[in-house]
């Protein structure tokens, strides 16, 4: 069975500084992979996904996340955080040769902005 | 504007009485799925559906059925809500599998 780890639960950075949320995933093959923000009261908004191709993929509001395929890791980077990057994380995997539809979730890390 | 929309968004209801949380997309979407989410726990599948009338079970789905008898509705029915299935609970749907879901705004379920 497919999983997602997050090791990271709560994430503290100034306002400026760069960021990286870690995700690391469990399966036999290259998954779907995706990360989610969720912000306070909020649903769940895609930021980027990858499945095959360039290994560094772009998103919305200024992520990237670079999949590494040897060490089993799919980590959202942003270069410069803004204070309304604040909220929860999730990265997400849907296996890629069966049970389409299913996808698994990590935990989740929350990102707290300092100014 | 292309949207999931659950209703309702909070409901308080008692241990045992049966209720169904709606869902709809107006994006004609293939995909849909149903997600608890609670403190620490992240985000749970509960049943997903790949089509009209093909559903199937996610992580977490004793004491929830659903339906897919059109292509944007997918209803989440709990027959005998417990204390245990407080929580907040997200619809979302996606056209393909690589393509990630647009989730809805969440139902908040307290159940006394």
């Known amino acids: 069975a497919q999983s997602v780890t997050q090791p990271d639960i709560h994430i503290t950075v100034s306002e400026g500084a760069s960021l990286e949320l870690r995700c690391n995933y469990s399966?036999?093959?290259?998954?779907?992979l995706f990360w989610y923000v969720q912000s306070p009261g909020q649903g769940l908004q895609l930021l980027l996904k990858y499945f095959s191709g360039d290994t560094l993929v772009q998103g919305i509001k200024g992520f990237e996340a670079e999949f590494k395929r040897s060490q089993s890791s799919f980590n959202l980077r942003k270069p410069s955080v803004h204070w309304s990057d604040a909220a929860e994380y999730f990265c997400?995997?849907?296996?890629?040769?069966?049970?389409?539809?299913?996808?698994?979730f990590g935990d989740g890390t929350t990102l707290t902005v300092k100014p | 504007e292309a949207q999931v929309t659950q209703n309702p968004r909070y409901l308080i209801t008692v241990t045992g009485k049966k209720l169904t949380v709606t869902c709809s997309q107006n994006?004609?979407?293939?995909?849909m799925s149903w997600y608890r989410q609670d403190p620490g726990l992240g985000l749970r599948q509960i049943y997903y559906s790949m089509n009209v009338e093909v559903t199937d079970k996610g992580d977490v789905p004793e004491g929830y059925k659903v339906s897919r008898k059109e292509k944007r509705n997918f209803p989440l029915i709990l027959e005998s809500p417990s204390p245990n299935q407080t929580s907040l609970y997200f619809c979302a749907s996606s056209s393909d599998r690589d393509y990630g879901y647009t989730f809805g705004s969440g139902t908040r379920l307290t159940v006394v």
């Open positions: 994006m004609n979407h293939e995909y």
């Open positions: 399966y036999g093959a290259t998954p779907y």
């Open positions: 997400a995997v849907d296996p890629y040769n069966t049970n389409a539809g299913k996808s698994t």
